[in-house]
């Protein structure tokens, strides 16, 4: 710890050097992204390690992450990442004798859709409690929140890197503020919050008081108190998971407040205990929030200004909302997985189900998009294909995690089905939903995993052929099932030469799919200028999920046949595709519509082909 501490301090540019290594060739890219006291900078096609995108903008990035190194970039998606920048989220930064008693608060995200979601339940208590005041850089804030990702080894290390130059700025506070490093009105108080605070809460409080408070996932509410308790020369954790708990009803302090889209956390937990996976230790057991409160949430968010929704949830297709069930619903035994699946859970009382779910916010929201990750590929009953079909308003795009591509990897990882099942599900989606979009995860190297297990993984990507995934080299958890029974045997070089070529064998294969486009017409949602060219580029996404990019001019707005405008953010934009490559596609924007009425065009198109 020293040795980085050290690091830290002699360098008046915190810098942190990434090389992205493409492994099919020697060529290597290096990025430096620099801080400068309270400035910021960073390359504009790459987000800064420690700054955030708000939660509402999610990247769309395939990655390939390696087990003790960075990770290797294909495409923009949902990664680790900070949640608040000085530029995008414009907090009100105070002066001194503003400050309010209970102190700012600075916030970082690492992790999924989840933490970033939580962290604005974590705002929204906080803000209850009187801490209203939210600074863009650690050396003005009180109260620092650090809300962790456990899921692989180098997502935890990028969060102990943080917490050494966290260490540096509470513990040599009275030296940071007399060279005005620091503007803090007092040394700060730590927060680590998340999956790495239920995880390794022990390590953590005994890392040399580098943290104040550990605050697990479902103990959120319980925060203020803990930070109250520092003030008595106490160091707080409460780290209980719940069997309850789903903060159904706290209304999330949104991040970005301009922005056209949201997260929606429907459900947490997961019940599935994957070999691998050290998900339900962390977040517990399955429990699902009433419909009631969603559609409530997703109201005022329409009132609000946003277009689309992501529902999330550890195990998201899984949602069953069983708190009306002694007088709505019937108990029972009839809970539908997907042909050929099977589950170590057992549901005691069915509820309302994922597709209930859907179909009720999807009826009620006419003008919205409705988007949900992440699922497992044994909770896509027909039931749910099918209405997702049928309405317009639920984006063509299923996210489908294979983790590998051979059945008796597959039967290692407790998956709960085979290579040939999955291939079935995927051809029944596509037979129901013929215009899908389908994306995935995949390990490579998990333990036993041979040469000839790994090549069906390359075989099961080709004949799939994935429009994003999401490529990791396994790295084991400690307290998973496979901590417990198996040996991490696969070394590091043969994991990233097969890391490698699960890269290659995908780029393959999402190039065909993203050509497929060419020719048609999108649905485009506009989130903003592209920022290679924000003075004469829009970019947003289809309703597959595809990065779209065309050029900001007047066109006609459909419901007002006598105008011509610059499509806004939040417009919905039909584009003609006329090129792509393996990230984007690139249009000619044709007009400013709705949803409705795109879907109504489509319909009467298709009759008339009909005909």
Same mark, same amino acid.
């Given at each position: 710890?020293? =040795?980085s501490?050290?690091? /830290? $301090? ?6 942190q050097?990434l ?25 504009a096609?790459f ?10 903008r999610?990247?769309?990035?395939? +990655? #390939?992450? *390696? ?10 998606? !949902? ?23 209970t102190?700012r ?6 992790g999924?859709?989840?933490? &970033?979601n ?6 929204s ?9 939210i600074?863009? $850089? ?14 692989? @080894? ?13 260490w !540096? ?15 803090s ?13 239920e ?10 008081? +580098? /943290?104040?408070v550990?605050c ?8 203020? *108190? ?5 003030d ?19 209304n ?11 997260? $929606? ?18 977040r517990?057991?399955?429990? %699902? ?5 969603? $559609? *409530? ?11 689309e ?11 069953n909302?069983a ?9 029972g ?7 050929? !699946? %099977?589950? +170590? ?12 779910l ?30 997702? *079909? ?18 008796? &990897? ?27 979009a ?5 390990i490579?190297? !998990?333990c ?18 994935y ?21 991490? @045997? ?23 799919c993203?050509? %497929? ?20 580029e829009?970019?947003?996404k ?6 779209v990019?065309f ?11 006598n ?11 039909? /584009?003609?595709?006329?090129r =792509? ?6 249009g ?7 949803l409705? %009425? ?9 009759? #008339?082909?009909? +005909?």
């Open positions: 710890m020293a =040795s501490l050290s690091s /830290v $301090v002699n360098q008046p540019h915190l810098a050097r090389k992205l290594h493409r492994p099919s060739s020697l060529t290597t890219l290096t990025i430096f992204f620099h801080k400068h006291k309270h400035q910021h900078q960073h390359n096609s987000p800064h390690p420690y700054t955030s995108s708000p939660r509402s999610p990247l769309n990035l395939i +990655m #390939a992450s *390696r087990t003790h190194s960075p990770s290797y970039t294909l495409r923009r998606h !949902f990664i680790p990442q900070a949640t608040l920048t000085a530029s995008e989220a414009q907090p009100r930064l105070v002066p001194d004798t503003e400050v309010p008693p102190g608060i600075y916030h970082e995200t690492y999924c859709q989840m933490n &970033v939580d962290m604005e339940i974590v705002l208590i906080m803000k209850n409690a009187g801490y209203g005041e600074v863009s $850089v650690p050396e003005s804030a009180e109260i620092i929140f650090i809300n962790t990702c456990a899921i692989r @080894d180098n997502a935890e290390q990028k969060v102990w890197q943080r917490l050494n130059y966290f !540096f700025l509470k513990r040599h506070w009275k030296s940071n503020v007399a060279t005005g490093r620091s503007q009105m007092r040394p700060p108080k730590v927060v680590v919050l998340g999956c790495m605070a995880r390794l809460k022990e390590k953590i409080l005994d890392s040399d008081k +580098m /943290v104040d550990v697990g996932p479902d103990a959120y509410r319980d925060l203020p *108190r803990l930070l109250e308790e520092v008595y020369g106490q160091r707080g954790i409460n780290t209980l998971l719940s069997l309850e708990e789903t903060y159904a009803d706290i999330p302090v949104r991040i970005s407040k301009n922005s056209v889209t949201a997260f $929606v956390s429907v459900m947490r937990g997961c019940n599935n205990m994957c070999s691998f996976c050290i998900v339900p230790f962390t517990g057991r399955e429990r %699902s929030r009433p419909v009631e409160s969603i $559609v *409530r949430e997703v109201a005022e968010l329409w009132k609000e200004g946003v277009k929704v992501m529902l999330l949830g550890q195990n998201v297709n899984s949602y909302d708190s009306g069930i002694e007088r709505e619903v019937e108990s035994s009839n809970w539908k997985l997907s042909e050929g !699946f %099977s589950s +170590m859970a057992k549901v005691k009382n069915m509820g309302l189900r994922f597709s209930d859907l179909d009720r916010l999807s009826s009620e929201f006419p003008e919205m998009r409705f988007r949900f990750t992440s699922p497992h590929p044994k909770d896509f009953p027909d039931d749910l294909l099918y209405l997702m *079909r049928e309405r317009h308003n639920i984006c063509k795009l299923i996210h489908l995690p294979a983790q590998t591509g051979s059945s008796t &990897v597959l039967e290692r990882m407790r998956r709960g089905y085979t290579r040939e099942a999955y291939l079935d599900l995927v051809q029944k989606i596509r037979s129901i939903i013929p215009d899908v389908l994306s995935s995860d995949f490579c190297g !998990f036993g995993e041979t040469e000839e297990e790994h090549s069906e993984t390359l075989t099961l990507i080709k004949a799939v052929g429009d994003m995934a999401f490529l990791f080299a396994y790295s084991m958890r400690e307290k998973t099932h496979a901590h417990r029974n198996y040996v991490d @045997d696969v070394p590091e070089e043969i994991k990233q030469r097969r890391l490698a070529e699960l890269i290659e064998t995908f780029r393959e294969s999402t190039g065909q993203f050509d %497929s486009q060419i020719g048609t017409t999108q649905l485009v949602l506009v989130e903003g200028p592209n920022k290679r060219a924000p003075d004469t829009l970019m947003g289809s309703d597959k999920g595809h990065r990019l050029v900001n001019m007047p066109i006609p707005d459909r419901e007002d046949i105008t011509k405008r610059n499509p806004v953010v939040g417009d919905y934009v039909e /584009v003609h595709i006329t =792509s490559t393996r990230a984007s596609l690139f000619e924007a044709l007009a400013i519509t709705k409705t %009425s795109f879907d109504n065009n489509l319909d009467k198109e298709a009759a #008339a082909c009909s +005909m």
